[in-house]
C-alpha cells in the first residue's frame, strides 16, 4: 500500500463520486485489475459528516479514491462558497471519517493542476513549484491538498495527493474544452459543415486519456508515498487551436472557427504542463494512449450521442 513496496494484489477500495466521468472509468479499472470497488449512491454526501463517516466505517476500504468535487472552473465564480463548501469542507469531513475507521485507508486525493495558477510559458511544472491559485476553483482544492497534508501530519493518516492536469475521454461532459469542441463539431457535421464556436484558443495545457489518469491513481495507492503529492500528466502541451485543427481534420467535412467572447474564463492560465517524473519514479506509471486516439473516440462518442 502506499508507504511501502506493496504488491498488486486485489484490495478493497472506496470512491467518492463514483458515478462521474472520472469515477467512471476508475470503477471500470478497479474492476479489471481484480478489485472490489464500492461506490456510494448520492445520498451519501461529502458535505454530510455523519453521513459519510457512517458509509466508509460500514464499508472498510483498504484505499479510499476521493473525486466527489465542483470541478467546473467557470462555475466556481459564480459559485464560490458552493465550490469551497463540496470541495474542501467535503475533504475535511471525508478525512475525519477515515480518521475514525477501526483500520484507517489510505487515502487517494484527487487534487488538480489548477493549484499551481500562472507560470512562466517556457515553465514546467514539478510538485515543488508555488501554488499561485487565480479562481475560485483552484482555492478549493488547494484548501483540500491541505487538509489531507494537515491529516498525515498530525494524525498519521496516509494521504496521497494527486494533481491531475487536463484528462479527457469519452463520457465527459461538454463543460469542458475537449468535450465542448467535440460537440459543436459533431453537430456542424451532422449540418454538412458550417461555423464552430470556439472561446480562447491560444490557451496551452497538458492533456492525459483519462483511462490512463485512472492507472495512475490505483498505482498512487499502492505505491505513492504518504504526504506527498504527485502530478499526473503527460508532459507535453499543445495549444487549445491545434487540438482544435486535430479535431476539425477528424470531420467528414470543412468547419470554420467563429470566437465567442461568452466562452472565455474571466481569468485564463495562458500555459499549463506538468512533469511526471515523481509519479513515473514512484510507481513506473506511462501513459499509453495517443491524444490522437483520444480525440478520435471522443468525436466517436458525439456521434453516438447526437446522431
Known sequence: MAGSAGSLSAVRAYLTGGTGFVGEWLLR????????????????DVTVPALIAADLKQATPDVVYHLAALTHVGQSWREPAETFRVNAVGTLNLLEAAAACDVPPVVVLISSAEVYGPAPDTETLDERAELRPVTPYAVSKVAAEFLGLQAYLGRGLRVVRARAFNHVGPGQVDDFVVAALARRMVEAELRKGGEVKVGNLTASRDFTDVRDVVRAYRLLALYGAAGEAYNVCSGRAISIADLASQMAGMLSCE???????ELFRPVEVPVLVGDSSKLVAATGWQPTIALAKTLSDVLEYWRGRLA
Open 29 to 44: 479499472h478497479l474492476s479489471d485489475e481484480g478489485d472490489t470497488a464500492i461506490a456510494p449512491g448520492p445520498e451519501v
Open 255 to 261: 468547419v470554420s472557427f467563429v470566437t465567442d467572447p
